[in-house]
């Protein structure tokens, strides 16, 4: 379907006018300059991650001087590593987790009829118009409570991110949804219980889903920032790689760890990009469906 | 105001058409809604009236009507179930009462009669007789009297709810043994999980998440906002206490003299709501114009000009926002190159002069949000039947008149919900303001005695600097977070009853 | 091999739409029943508390004398046929036919055996091996009948099995069922919107509409005596031609009828149904079936003038849409066979022709009740 649309439409335009070809030739000038734009902070970034002679800011951005020494300083002098460590840790055990409860939540309200359905979408709707960090304020004291904040931030921060996660159903539901219903009923008339059309008729056609709802619960604890810095609370060893490196730009260190912060942010991004590339193709399902959805 | 016949309408100017659709929007519509919203309330309260005493009765006429098992089960939860052979069930609910006796006597009732005051004294000096010295000595602490009060409360109602659960057992257990069928074994419950009841057991897990991380936070943090809680009252050292109203007047009272804070309140509100305004409309407006030159007939490459852009969503915000916040600093790349080409001598305030701060985050934004919005414009955009353009081709429309009378309608009927989530999810971004900006530049204007706020400042911002500075103002964190509730509550109730794509969830299926 | 019967049967969904009125149905062993009916007329919904998809507001449905109103789908014994096939996509042809028996738990063996017998008899024994997305729509509604087979199940149920298949396709594939049935030899619920299935396939035919079983009986029963409009009307294609008459009873079991200027006579059998149900003289809604109307050559007292608007050449016969003095639309059938050229010529558009009705097919109909007033 999809190909039909692009390619048809390319031979039927085989011989184009003149005026087709000067606007065409804008939008090429235009797209050019749009990822430029889009890509050159990256670049930038890159380059200035090699930049050997100073380490704060400088107003150029190809260095004068090329070397490793950032990355070198980087990995043998600060935490970067530990944080490294918490994020990973963090991220995997929560893509495992959001996703077995974003399922669950999902399948139930997208498949399953029962009573007091409507009651609970409507209620977590609800829930979900407070701000999410209000609940950290609580959350934090209960937390440190048991000793689960400041350098123990790690199951800490796995507990918030995964716990409530069930509220972030909306794109799995919206892809359950278009599962024909007669599927299930087809399955039940076969014999089957309700357990054994979620798990032998349903999830083998969910892969797109759980896939999309993995990357993205993975993805989610590299870049978050305002529960991580509120939970590890100051103490680098509880520091995610996001609250780590910010701690870098602030105007009492950015003078002499912002190459530094740079070197960090390439091997940040570089595996999660290449993770993304690989996986590219279920993110862009799951987005696109998901806000037609609703 | 008086709704035309479809045909007087159709004799209107298009001018008039339009005057007419905005009339009846702001006098039919809005009003609508409103009155629907009330009417539906009433309902709401109405129906849960009549169901408290639909219960009343038939928890009365069960034990009229009801067996002496039955009976018993009232004052001995589980005993009319175990008498009938839900041996499971009916030690399930016996523990249950008698966990729930065992801590109202050892711990709840403590709670409970600590919650109206919230302690009486906090750490105090006390003098030891023995070794004849005052000794400081912990007394009271309100934020645990807070809590474990609302746990108590929360775990009388459950225990209420169950207590309830069990007389319902017996009645279903009466009528059972009444018809002279096969009472359900606890095996045939527990495989009744995996069929008809399978739902409880994929929801157990979730919902369980939720109301302990998010339901009971939520309440908790309501009450606090009836309290003093903040950095001089911290609850050990000096006990907080019910305050009533008190917060929310200060907050809103218009005519405040000592305090500035509801101007403050009133001009970071404004701020937010016209941030999330533009910060949506911009993206989505400049991606779907990105996504249509992409998609144009002709262009050649597509899947590489999208995959650039699709890429940077892929690179964690946080560092492409910090590096950007650091590129177009009073020192960075943006202001270093403009000088070094002598364009400028002074570096351009891009961080540090209130509206061109506020313009710059909104750029920014912009470009954090395209690529996303590039996606899903694009995809519907894919979605939209072809035989629609070259229809409208054939009747003579021109590029600009497709996109206006085409593929926007379409696209804004489809994306309607996003755009509300959207909408939303902006009034809460704090990613974006708080890397970029840090909330500032600094704004005398918000400098209030509660917690000062910066020109860039978003209510969620606000929030989190004021629970983590110096101050750490709870309540006032609590009541701003209960008015971003109702700010989204209000435009959610309004676009949901207005907007056509988000009334039926079936539609979809 | 089992009896179905439904007591008093009702639907009532939680928005308090009433889908099904007080059913009551008795089923015999081996019998083919259709329901047929419009749209929304609640045929599906019955057939889905049949099949336990959907819960039973009240009534009992009974299958093999046992009520099976709390059983789940699965501990009915019952296969059923969807519209939209409701294949798994993920599993091959043989893997969707044996679904069923894997999870009883069959041997390999007997699963192999069963499967490869249904293939057999449905002609899909090649596409065993293919997923349903590499079949055609013929070949997917077989698979679903397959899967449906094997099963050896008390009853068999099929919703609108064919509505999702073109013309032809639907043509020889309800030869097919036909074929079928006569080789499983069990009780079958079939559910169509389709009058020309359910006359061909149903031993009985229950036509509903909003919920309300409008009549019971077997293909020539409901054909040759609706017991209403609605009945009448649903029955036949082309759909019967209704109209406003006047009933004159001249006597006792002696009445004739008025349309428009002609008068027209009432075969006796007819009166003396008319008698017996003590009818009057009085305005009453007459139906012809088009194949009972006849054409006449010129102007009588029994006949009445019409314009042709247009004539549709069907081969073998011709359909006249003709409007009477009044504006009543009717069509007239008549076969092609005897016509002289001259008489195919004559009925051109706008021509004025003069029809009769034949006697023996004259329906009456209160005009109030619609009920049927021979019946």
Redesign the interface.
Known sequence: MKKNAETLPQKRHMGMSTKGKISNTLIYILLVVIVIIWIIPFVFILLESFRCETQGMAGYVVPKQWGFDNYVRLLTQTDFLKWYGNTLLIAVVTAVLQTIIVLCMSYTLSRLRFKGRRFLMNFMLVLGMFPGFLTLIVLYKVLSGMGLTGPNAVPGLILVYCASSGMGYYVSKGYFDTIPKSLDEAARMDGATRFQVFRKVIMPLAKPIVIYTILSAFMAPWGDFIFARYIAHGSSAGYNVAVGLWSWTTKTSVGTQYTMFCAGGVLVALPITILFMILQRYYVEGVTGGAVKG | MKQLTDLEYLRLSRFGKFLYKLKRFFLHSVPQAVINFFKRLWNVIKKFGLAIKNEAVDIWTTFRDGTWQTKVSYLIMGFGSIARGQILRGILFFLFEVVFIVYMIVAGGHWLSKFGTLGSEGMHMEYDEAKDVFVQVSGDDSFKLLLYGLLTILFIIAFIYTWRLNVKQNKLLDQITRSGKKVKSGKDDLKSLLDDQFHKTMLALPLTGIIVFTVIPIIFMVLVSFTNYDAAHDGYSNLFTWVGLDNFNELLSWNSGSSNLSAAFGEILAWTLMWAFFATFTNYFLGMLVAILINKKGIKLKKIWRGFLVLTIAIPQFVSLLYVSKMFSDNGLVNGFLMDMGWITQPIPFWTDPILARFTVIIVNIWIGIPYLMLIATGILMNIPQDLYESSRIDGANVWQQYTRITLPYMLFVTGPYLLTSFIGNINNFNVIYLLTGGGPNNPKLLTSGGSAGSTDLLITWLFNITTGAESNYKLAAVIGIMIFIVIAVLSVIVYNVMPSTRNEEDFQ | MATVKLTNVKKVYDNNVVAVHDFNLDIADKEFVVFVGPSGCGKSTTLRMI???EEISDGTIEIDGEVVNDL???DRN???V???Y?????LTVFENMA??LR??HVPQEEVYERVTKAAEILGITEYLLRKPRALSGGQRQRVAIG?AMV?DSKVFLMDEPLSNLDAKLRNAMRAEIILLRQKLDTTFIYVTHDQTEAMTLGDRIVIMKDGFIQQVGTPTEVFENPKNLFVAEFIGAPKMNIMEAQLLRKGPSDYCVVVNDAVMQIDINHCSRLEANNVQSGKITLGIRPEHVTICKEKAPNNMACRLEVNEMMGSELHLHVTDVNGDKLIVRTPTVDLTPEERAGFRNGAEIYITFHGKAMYFFDPETENSLID
């Open positions: 099949a336990g998809l789940q789908p699965k019952i296969a059923m969807f519209q939209n409701a294949l798994y996509p993920h679904f069923s999870l009883k899967r099963r």
